[in-house]
């Protein structure tokens, strides 16, 4: 009885304070099975409680902006506008059975996704964007863009997907070699064919961080249950050092953690607290998670334009991947049961918070730093998916990110994507901004 307590105290941590689940809280016997859930929530999802429940259907009164530029000089046209259109004849760049870098999570193909009718769509630019066909991905070419480079992601599990769609894709031209430093946070893929690397960092604020209760030093990946417990100690006016000091060593560095600001943290500034997002402290002013990673985006993104510890490349940030949870929340029952995009004849699609606010405050802190990147001689670029995936409610494993079994509490998962899957895509655009197209 008393583990149950202790258990269902933290499930009221994990799910947040003040909120009830529709559901029974789950029936968790042991302590191993404790540490599943939060290594669940953790580890394997490296979850993002979002606030509310989402309501990503309703019409919206005032659609998302379209007005960003795509950032760079002269560019002649937005791919990132336009719609998906259906293409029976579409087929993804691997398979499970082809690349042995999909997470299980991921793996929406061998666990059953019921159909696989969300491989067969495209991203088409809007026709008179000036923009044309966007080019299917071309491993050939893109590979003799970047030969002698390397490039690193900088972020959460949904960047680690970015880079297993990437490093996929890839492999079937030339297979890598894999090693980690996962105690560090770093993990590489190397092409020594075409002479290209690909790095990926953990660090899911951007900023220097640490647990409030752990270690002076931020914590790797293998400890995210706790980090997703918190609270976090988040220096929002400060980058976080272990990746910044790594990135003169790379010709391409891709920002675009957000979502776990939504987690308990404590803020500082000037190495002094400044607020806190359900940190329980009396004395300490309530802030909210938009304003913390607004704070942080900037402090990165001027980083990246003022040539960071001697970066010399280009700089991408990629926007909000949003979610798509219907009818609850990933703990109490929500659900992606789509099975095609959102018509684009239908009403323009609204995102709920904080997401909303976290892809402004990206939109805008960009548009910022981008005059001083200009001033600097630095090439920082976005790459604005938020509207694309917004339309892509079929594209997550919804409940085939796992096994009958494998897991308890994180059930539906309408937050990651499929690989292979849509976010596929975002290679293409990755190619155009490489390539010096946008
Ligand atoms: C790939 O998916 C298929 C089902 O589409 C499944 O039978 C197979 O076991 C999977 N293989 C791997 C290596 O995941
Ligand atoms: C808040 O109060 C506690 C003691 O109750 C103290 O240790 C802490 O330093 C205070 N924090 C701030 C930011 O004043």
Request: glycine share 10%; net charge neutral; proline share 8%.
């Amino acid at each position: 009885m008393k583990t149950l307590t202790v258990i269902q105290s933290i499930r009221g941590l994990l799910i947040g304070d003040h909120r009830r689940s529709r559901h029974a809280v789950p029936k968790i016997k042991s302590v191993p099975a404790l540490a599943a859930v939060l290594c669940f929530a953790g580890a394997t999802l490296s979850v993002l409680f979002l606030g509310r429940p989402f309501q990503w259907w309703s019409p919206s009164p005032t659609p998302i902006s379209s007005s960003l530029s795509a950032g760079g000089a002269g560019a002649a046209c937005d791919p990132t506008l336009g719609r998906w259109v259906r293409d029976p004849t579409a087929r993804p760049h691997y398979t499970n059975a082809t690349c042995a870098f999909i997470e299980g999570y991921q793996n929406c193909l061998k666990h059953g996704k019921p159909s696989v009718e969300f491989l067969r769509w495209r991203w088409q630019p809007e026709p008179d964007g000036g923009c044309g066909e966007l080019e299917r991905f071309d491993a050939a070419r893109f590979f003799r863009l970047v030969r002698g480079r390397s490039i690193l992601f900088v972020g959460d599990s949904l960047a680690s997907s970015h880079v297993r769609s990437l490093v996929c894709t890839l492999s079937q031209v030339e297979s890598p070699s894999r090693s980690s430093r996962s105690a560090e946070g770093f993990e590489y893929w190397r092409f020594p064919a075409h002479a290209f690397t690909v790095a990926f960092f953990w660090t899911p604020f951007q900023v220097r961080w640490r647990l409030t209760r752990g270690p002076p030093e931020a914590v790797g990946p293998d400890r995210q249950g706790e980090v997703f417990a918190g609270p976090s100690d988040l220096h929002l006016d400060e980058p976080d050092g272990r990746w910044t000091a790594a990135a003169k060593d790379h010709d391409y560095v891709v920002v675009s953690a957000s979502h776990w600001f939504a987690r308990p943290a404590v803020y500082y500034s000037g190495g002094q607290v400044v607020g806190c997002h359900r940190c329980d402290m009396a004395n300490v002013t309530a802030l909210t998670p938009q304003y913390a990673q607004r704070a942080a985006f900037r402090t990165v993104l001027w980083a990246l334009a003022g040539g960071m510890e001697g970066f010399k490349g280009t700089a991408v940030l990629r926007t909000v991947a949003p979610t798509h949870y219907e009818n609850g929340g990933w703990f109490d029952g929500g659900e992606c049961t789509a099975t095609r995009p959102a018509d684009p004849e239908d009403p323009p699609l609204e995102m709920a918070e904080p997401e909303r606010d976290f892809y402004a405050a990206q939109v805008e802190e960009f548009a910022a730093a981008a005059e001083d990147a200009r001033r600097n001689g630095v090439r920082l670029r976005v790459m604005d998916v938020t509207k694309m995936m917004l339309r892509r409610p079929d594209g997550h494993p919804d409940r085939y990110g796992h096994g009958p079994g494998d897991h308890e509490g994180f059930d539906i998962d309408c937050l990651h994507w499929c690989l292979p899957g849509p976010i596929d895509v975002w290679n293409e655009l990755l190619l155009q901004i490489l390539a010096g197209r946008y």
